[in-house]
């Protein structure tokens, strides 16, 4: 990171230096990045962990505080490799959230590595509308 500071800042030279700080969602995120970029602002997040933002050469001006969602993921697959679980249920959302950081991950492998039995891995639809949240509150 900072490697990454020291060499925005040779860009970034004089009084026409400006920093930007955003947060919201990957796509909020990722299109105020590409209006920055072209004005070679850097932007800080300390909200957005999609692994996209992470591609230096499209978003070579923006910073977060917070690791990806890759690194989080990496992250559980180490708890489940330390605490040497057998089994591992990993329920996650149908959004890029979700997909990125959990659809054919490393999880279920390593359970099944070491364990030989799978992970139990389901996607929920993302429920937005007020009919299917009520179904979902119905079951429960």
């Given amino acids: 990171m900072r490697t990454r500071m020291q060499l925005l800042s040779t860009q970034l030279r004089g009084p026409q230096a400006h920093s930007s700080a955003y947060t919201g969602s990957r796509w ?3 299109q105020v990045a590409n209006l920055l970029r072209l004005f070679r602002i850097p932007q800080i997040s300390f909200f957005s ?3 996209e933002l992470s591609n230096k050469q499209r978003f070579e001006y ?3 505080t917070v690791p990806s969602d890759r690194d ?4 559980m697959v180490e708890i489940v490799k330390l ?3 057998t089994y591992v249920s990993i329920v996650y959302e149908e959004s890029n959230y979700g997909i990125q ?9 390593v359970v ?8 139990f891995v389901v996607e929920r639809p993302n429920f937005g509308s007020t009919p299917e949240r ?3 509150q119905h079951l429960a």
């Fill in 134 to 136: 009520n179904k979902i």
């Fill in 62 to 64: 923006f910073l977060r």
């Fill in 49 to 51: 962990t999609s692994p």
């Fill in 83 to 85: 605490l040497r679980w």
């Fill in 72 to 75: 989080q993921a990496a992250a």
């Fill in 112 to 119: 099944a590595r070491s364990a030989g039995q799978a992970a």
């Fill in 101 to 109: 950081a959990f659809a054919g991950h490393e999880i279920p492998r």
């Fill in 28 to 30: 909020c995120t990722g």
